[in-house]
């Protein structure tokens, strides 16, 4: 018996082995190269498909508009050294390649549509070495799986709503540290709980949203009539030629790398649904309409917020703001009751949406990569024990949330810094799923999906994820960096070291040292989830 057995963590009875060699993914040609996945006991969940349209738009809108349009464009337009121009530039390449990924996944997707999502694109691609991009992603998964912005957001503008927190004055606090911790562990009793009534929770959050877009929209268009009175600075916009820089000594290769990195940032959701696929009814057509008119509808309202941020805050006002630039133009356009308290709980609402959608895609990735029997304790961690959610999962990631939260100081620049680190990892699987696509058609020749990703879109993506992965090092690292934490891309690339290092180690040296070999059997547990557990054959 096993500690976790003994301890009553996770029931022994909640396990049922059967031991049974995995069945290989048969592709049907009959459904115009619509992968049909007939024998793989790992399409299916016990939750059943029961996300229609209306649910997956919540979770993609959810997902994509959170904190990042209320946080982010301080950061941006830093680094875009407070040139107009540039500032609109990175946000529509942004979107850009946030439609173009959005396709690189629908046509991956109509291949194999079940959980999982980046994950499945990966290893279906790189199978050599044997399950070195497998693990080194499934642990990526795991170990970068946090919600540690959305937390800090909704932290932050809560407080400021409620009169706690001022901008101007410069000073920081763990106050809002707190109220983030709290946050978490309302995520992890939400979908813990209740697979439906958090399914519920969020819709009825993201339903809010929407109106939230509309808001944004509008405040778009009010900030046109706003007129900044003689003792105020003028506005960005208004005291600026468009290209006119407001601090060039600011702007650098690496700077605008770090711009494009926070505002893909804001677009990041439009592939998080793919990681729930087996629960998405008719996921091939549900995601294609979802996906497609929620980035419409998240780029509209961004580029109508930005329109506001330019038109009513001074470029000194933007920088000060840091991620309460959002609270900042509310407040000078509404006032202090209304902008301030109002409006920026309206927005903490919605980072409260976000972050329940974040935790939710994430505890599904993690039960995957679970599913998976790569790490230790593979097989309870992805079990749907106690009350038929991923609660394990949920923990893990939450924990992982908290710890950053611990472990990191209160300033503004935490937020960036885990914006672009987070970013970073992604923009490297990014590339390798891009260009996987392009390898993955080779090898399907004949065969047309029912979706199809434009190839000149699938280039953009790799040629914007090579730049943003090199650019970083180029220049003056000071930027990208906070505390005693090295910059954002060296931690990133050496999480991703460690995750190979333990690939290298468990599947390759042990192995080869102590003769013997990993053979992968599939096991059930109680409510019929397959699992796959590796075990050892000695030569």
Request: hydrophobic content about 45%; proline content about 4%; glycine content about 8%.
């Amino acid at each position: 018996m096993s500690f976790e057995e003994a301890s009553g963590f996770f029931p022994s009875d909640n396990i049922t082995e059967q031991n049974v060699v995995p069945q290989p993914t048969i592709f049907n040609d009959l459904e115009l190269g619509l992968t049909e996945i007939t024998d793989d006991p790992f399409v299916e969940v016990p939750q059943g498909r029961h996300l229609g349209v209306f649910s997956t738009m919540v979770l993609f809108v959810a997902r994509i508009v959170g904190s990042g349009i209320f946080a982010t464009p301080s950061s941006i337009y830093i680094n875009c050294g407070g040139n107009t121009g540039i500032y609109f530039g990175v946000w529509s390449l942004a979107g850009l390649v946030s439609f173009a990924g959005l396709f690189v996944f629908l046509e991956y997707g109509s291949w194999l549509p079940r959980s999982g999502g980046r994950k499945n694109f990966l290893e279906q691609t790189y199978v050599r070495p044997k399950l070195m991009m497998s693990v080194v992603f499934v642990c990526f998964t795991v170990v970068s799986g946090f919600a540690m912005s959305n937390a800090i957001v909704f932290g932050k503008y809560f407080l400021y709503a409620l009169g706690f927190s001022d901008p101007s004055t410069g000073v920081q606090s763990n106050a809002s540290k707190y109220v983030s911790i709290i946050v978490i562990c309302v995520a992890v009793l939400v979908h813990g709980r209740s697979v439906r009534n958090g399914v519920r929770i969020q819709n009825f959050l993201g339903g809010l949203k929407f109106g939230l877009i509309g808001l944004m929209c509008l405040i778009g268009v009010y900030s046109f009539f706003y007129r900044a009175s003689e003792e105020q600075e003028l506005p960005s916009l208004k005291a600026n030629a468009v290209f006119e820089y407001q601090n060039r000594s600011d702007v650098s290769l690496s700077s605008l790398a770090g711009a494009f990195l926070n505002a893909f940032f804001c677009f990041s959701g439009w592939d998080s649904v793919h990681s729930v696929a087996s629960e998405v009814k008719d996921p091939t057509r549900t995601l294609k309409i979802g996906g497609t008119a929620s980035l419409l509808i998240c780029f509209t309202c961004y580029s109508m917020m930005n329109l506001a941020y330019v038109n009513v805050l001074s470029y000194e006002e933007i920088k000060q703001a840091g991620p309460l630039v959002g609270s900042v133009l509310f407040t000078k356009l509404f006032g202090k009751i209304l902008g301030s308290r109002l409006l920026s709980l309206s927005v903490a609402t919605s980072t409260l949406s976000n972050l329940l959608v974040v935790i939710y895609g994430l505890s599904r990735m993690n039960q995957e990569s679970f599913r998976e029997g790569y790490l230790p304790f593979s097989k309870q961690l992805a079990s749907n024990w106690p009350w038929g959610s991923p609660l394990p999962s949920i923990l893990i990631c939450s924990g992982l949330t908290v710890i950053w939260l611990a472990a990191l100081p209160p300033e503004n620049s935490s937020f960036d810094y885990l914006v672009s680190m987070e970013g970073y990892g992604n923009q490297f699987f990014l590339l390798l799923i891009a260009a996987g696509l392009l390898i993955h058609r080779h090898r399907q020749k004949g065969k047309q999906p029912s979706t199809r990703a434009s190839t000149l879109g699938t280039v953009l993506i790799i040629i914007v994820s090579a730049y943003t992965l090199v650019t970083p090092f180029i220049g003056v690292q000071n930027g990208n960096r906070i505390g005693f934490l090295p910059p954002y891309q060296v931690t990133s690339i050496l999480l991703i070291a460690v995750c190979f290092f333990f690939w290298l180690v468990k599947f390759v040296i042990l192995p080869r040292t102590f003769h013997y070999v990993l053979e992968p059997n599939t096991s059930y547990l109680a409510d019929g989830l397959a699992v796959t557990e590796w075990t050892k054959k000695t030569l």
